[in-house]
């Protein structure tokens, strides 16, 4: 299960870090998104780890309507000798709470390992991560989750030492008024026991809260010291067209890499270009080729290195799809981290409206001069239907009219509610209000991703009501 890293790029330039007067004990990984899981032992298999998705911590549990849950996933290797399994388990609310991980080689089956995730008033509390050792489970990892106002604060990591659990690192989240991530801080552990700053980002957001600056700091000689920065350019439809990359050096920061986009007419990414900057241009380095399916799910993805004079196939990746059911629609594993996120407008990744039925890899042999299969990955569903946890017989208090206009949403709310939100399909918050009075509320469709189907809650002191409404 390949993880797309590319959506995490303000978290892949993690380099081990010191101080000057602790020896940290921990190993810290470039890409972060393996250095912040309870399995850290399935670093090895990258593409084996669970992030399918991925969400504001501030999510609307309750509205979450499945229609079919994600049984298991089975990789093979090019021989197809060598069979790894995930097994998803999900209690009724269609929550993950187990995954078990196997592998099969001719008949003979074994353990590797399990993860257990428990939840909180519908939030993630803790997951712990076994090994499957001298024909036993033994612990290996935990993570365990601390929220304010239903938004993460705290992410610890510890790891089974000594019959004990022992800390590892942990993350500080701080946001903005808008609940975008303002600040996290990196934290280990040195020989002492003692928590110590590792590395932070500080991100700024443009109006439409999509990113405009990552700053990567490190903490040398007892201060704070600048890594490199990220900025991103956006497209009159909002979409993400570049980003530079810069490195500090001689107290400036330096050109060093960026990225450009290229969409079609239905807004999705067919194209990412990278370039490093050298002897005072822009050089190409390396490019990623989307194709799409009729149902406009990204089915083939190319990629290709510069070799000085031309482009050279390096791996592509085939996927097939489900067409009776969207993504939005079963349930599946989603990261934990509340990452910052691009505009949902902004389909830079390639996008997935079905579920995902296979997934084939290939890299570019040389020798041959053709594509070798690596691995073929088969994705097994069940039909899975959740409860509807809303409000069936809604008071006055909270309940509201809706008029969809062309130009905007047209809500009228009571005195009582305080707080009107708005999510997409996948559960994330993108937009929220706090109506100075009584009356019409006017949201300008202008600030919206786009059309789709959205959930409108509002709140009272006592009351929560949901309505859902189509933007076409």
């Not at 490190?218 to 439809?237: A, E, F, L, M, Q």
């Not at 999705?268 to 241009?281: D, G, I, L, P």
């Not at 799910?297 to 000085?308: C, M």
């Not at 707080?419 to 993108?430: A, D, P, T």
């Amino acid at each position: 299960m390949r993880v797309l890293t590319i959506l995490f790029i303000c978290l892949i330039v993690v380099n081990s870090t010191g101080t000057d007067n602790h020896k940290v004990k921990n190993k810290y990984y470039r890409n972060a998104e393996n250095a912040l899981h309870p399995c850290n032992s399935w670093n090895e298999r990258n593409d084996m780890m669970l992030a399918i998705q991925y969400f504001n911590v501030d999510i609307l549990s309750t509205q979450k309507e499945y229609k079919v849950k994600l049984d298991s996933v089975i990789s093979f290797n090019k021989d197809d000798n060598l069979k790894e399994k995930l097994i998803y388990t999900y209690n009724n609310n269609g929550n993950l709470i187990l995954v078990l991980h196997t592998k099969q080689q001719g008949d003979s089956i074994t353990f590797k390992r399990k993860l257990e995730t428990q939840y909180n008033n519908g939030l993630f509390s803790q997951q712990i991560c076994f090994d499957w050792k001298n024909g036993d489970w033994q612990n290996s990892g935990k993570i365990s989750f601390t929220y304010q106002n239903k938004k993460l604060t705290q992410w610890l990591d510890q790891k089974w030492l000594n019959n004990n659990w022992t800390n590892n690192n942990k993350i500080a989240y701080t946001y903005d008024s808008n609940n975008n991530i303002k600040q996290c801080i990196l934290f280990g552990v040195d020989n002492l026991g003692d928590w110590v700053n590792l590395i932070k980002f500080d991100y700024t957001y443009t109006s439409r809260d999509d990113f405009e600056t990552i700053i990567f700091s490190s903490w040398t000689s007892d201060k704070w010291t600048n890594g490199n920065k990220t900025t991103y350019t956006y497209d009159s439809n909002f979409r993400v067209e570049s980003y530079l990359y810069y490195t500090w050096f001689r107290d400036d920061w330096n050109n060093s890499e960026k990225m450009e986009y290229l969409y079609n007419a239905q807004g999705n990414a067919t194209q990412y270009m990278s370039f490093r900057w050298r002897n005072e241009e822009w050089v190409h380095s390396q490019k990623a080729d989307y194709r799409y399916d009729a149902s406009n799910n990204v089915n083939f993805v190319g990629y290709s290195i510069w070799t000085g004079t031309n482009w050279r196939a390096f791996s592509k990746e085939d996927k097939t799809y489900n067409g009776q059911y969207l993504e939005s629609q079963a349930a599946m594993q989603e990261s934990i981290l509340p990452y910052p996120h691009v505009n949902n407008n902004n389909k830079w990744y390639g996008v997935k409206n079905n579920i995902v039925d296979s997934s084939t890899n290939f890299e570019w042999d040389t020798l041959s001069n053709a594509f070798l299969l690596r691995r073929t990955e088969k994705y097994y569903y069940s039909e899975f239907v959740t409860p509807i946890l809303t409000n069936k017989n809604p008071s006055k208090q909270t309940s509201f009219d809706l008029r969809v206009m062309e130009q905007a949403l047209v809500i009228s709310i009571p005195t009582t509610v305080s707080k009107v939100s708005l999510y997409n399909l996948k559960g994330r918050m993108i937009k929220s209000i706090i109506p100075q009075k009584s009356g019409a509320l006017v949201i300008d469709r202008k600030t919206l991703p786009g059309c789709g189907v959205y959930t409108i809650r509002a709140e009272s002191v006592n009351d929560v009501f949901t309505r859902k409404v189509v933007l076409q």
